[in-house]
């Protein structure tokens, strides 16, 4: 029998601080719906989870730069859709222009429409897209992973020195049949080019959506990892929390 010291009372006490503790640590893994409040829980997987956080982040960022390339990919077919429809018409009076039953009047007459369409070709080749050139022939590199991996924006060239210059020189007349001859053939130059560009552009429109579901599918991946790691068990730290609140 011992007098000055309470073992039990003593023991008791212990059992009370570490059963308070717990009902607290419960208290506030539901509270914050983590299962890692304090680095102590989980050394480990606190750093785990913050390297994934951070990746998680950056695929959020390729995201944005993929939908971004997308936007400006479609903005340049969209330019290239008009520009096509005024080759078309280009190449409809250049044909006009060359029948021999037309007046020179008349050819007068074709010539000052193709002029227009040839002036609107030309406006369109400086056209912009957040102050970026959309058909200056320069790539853009497109950022298509968390590791900063980047693959190659092929651009578009409307330039001096292509076809499309070439179709719309301001020298190209067809208020003659022989100048109506010559323009339908550049004409015609134009149109191949332009439904290659096209095309391409669809290529790129294709890869850029299908990154973007893979950037998608990856971060999905990741938060599922993240939520193992750290997110709070509701149903085990309940009950967890009433065995705290019972002792």
């Known amino acids: 029998m011992v007098i000055n010291t309470n ?78 429809g ?10 006009l222009s060359m029948d021999q039953t037309k007046a020179n009047t008349d050819r007068t007459l074709y010539n000052a429409e193709f002029a227009q369409l040839v002036e609107f070709v030309n406006v369109t080749k400086s056209k912009q897209f957040n102050e970026q050139n959309l058909f200056d022939g320069a790539s853009l590199d497109v950022t298509v992973d968390s590791s900063g991996a ?25 208020s003659s049949t022989a100048g109506a001859i010559s323009a339908l053939e550049l004409v015609k130059i134009a149109l191949t080019q332009i439904a290659k560009d096209r095309s391409t552009l669809g290529a790129l429109q294709t890869r850029l959506n299908y990154t973007s579901e893979q950037l998608l599918v990856t971060k999905e991946n990741l938060s599922s990892a993240v939520s193992r790691i750290s997110d709070v068990d509701v149903a085990i730290e309940a009950t967890e929390y009433a065995r705290g609140q019972i002792l």
């Open 86 to 95: 005024a080759f078309r018409r280009m190449g409809e009076l250049a044909m």
């Open 150 to 174: 980047t693959f190659a924006l092929s651009g578009v060239n409307l330039m001096t020195g292509t076809s499309y210059a070439n179709a719309t020189d301001s020298t190209i007349n067809i």
């Open 7 to 84: 073992i039990e009372a003593m023991a008791n006490a212990n059992n009370l601080n570490a059963s308070s503790a717990r009902l607290a640590k419960s208290l506030s893994r539901l509270s914050s719906g983590s299962k890692i409040v304090a680095p102590s829980d989980d050394a480990a997987g606190l750093a785990v989870s913050s390297r994934l956080k951070g990746q998680i982040v950056r695929l959020d960022a390729a995201l944005t730069n993929v939908i971004n390339a997308v936007s400006f990919t479609q903005t340049q077919d969209g330019f290239l859709k008009t520009i096509d």
